[in-house]
């Protein structure tokens, strides 16, 4: 699949404020420092499209971005480490946990990993709630130019493992770089298959 069109649609403080349609849509969220931000202008070609910012935790709204007429690419505020008042974290948790768990439209979340680093307790309790409420979702680990191609791969594989201790089926994952362009295929594509399993099911 190639984004041939990308705009901004609507920044919503409650999932009832989201787009009222049907179109499938794909969640990013991550820890606020995690890059999210530089890989959505990456997949979208598009520089700017998602603001980027020195500061982490910038994103405090459901952002909707629509991708070819087609479907929404959603932006959502990142967890974890930012300078927010312990008000705010709650307020932007059970935003966050409301979109996730009432939005019909939503067919895949994909959780960004910095892959420098080790398996962060916040990133996991994340990915196991997830899958405790069966949420459909991928690992897309990111900034993987910062490391050899070597530590790559050990990482991501490090990470995987970890998980086995509660995952008998581990979820796909995708490694990336926003800087070098890399995955943005893979990610695409991805997302094409299921927008092509949404449509078949459509049809029946």
């Known amino acids: ?9 609507v920044s919503a403080p409650t999932v009832g404020r989201c787009p009222n349609d049907n179109k499938a849509e794909y ?17 979208c070609k598009h520089k700017g499209l998602a603001k ?10 459901i952002n909707h971005f629509i991708i070819n007429k087609e479907w929404y690419l959603v932006d959502l505020p990142g967890y974890g480490f930012a300078k927010r008042s312990k008000s705010v974290q709650k307020q932007l948790t059970q935003m966050i946990s409301s979109y996730i768990l009432q939005r019909e439209q939503l067919v895949n979340v994909f959780v960004l990993v910095d892959i420098r680093h080790e398996p962060q307790q916040i990133d996991r309790e994340f990915i196991d709630w997830l899958g405790e409420s069966s949420i459909p979702f991928a690992i897309v680990f990111t900034k993987a130019d910062k490391l050899s191609a070597a530590k790559v791969k050990l990482s991501a594989e490090n990470w995987m493992r970890e998980l086995e201790d509660r ?5 796909p994952y995708f490694i990336t770089s926003a800087e070098k362009k890399t ?3 893979e990610l695409l594509d991805y997302i094409d298959q299921i ?8 049809q029946r």
Do not use: C, D, H, Y
């Open 1 to 9: 699949m190639e984004i041939k069109n990308s705009e901004f649609v």
């Open 27 to 43: 969640a990013f969220i991550g820890r606020s420092n995690v890059g999210k931000s530089s890989l959505i202008n990456m997949l």
């Open 52 to 61: 980027t910012s020195a500061t982490p935790g910038k994103t405090l709204l």
């Open 167 to 171: 995952w008998e089926v581990l979820p």
């Open 183 to 185: 995955g943005r295929e």
């Open 195 to 202: 927008n092509q399993t949404l449509t078949a099911k459509a």
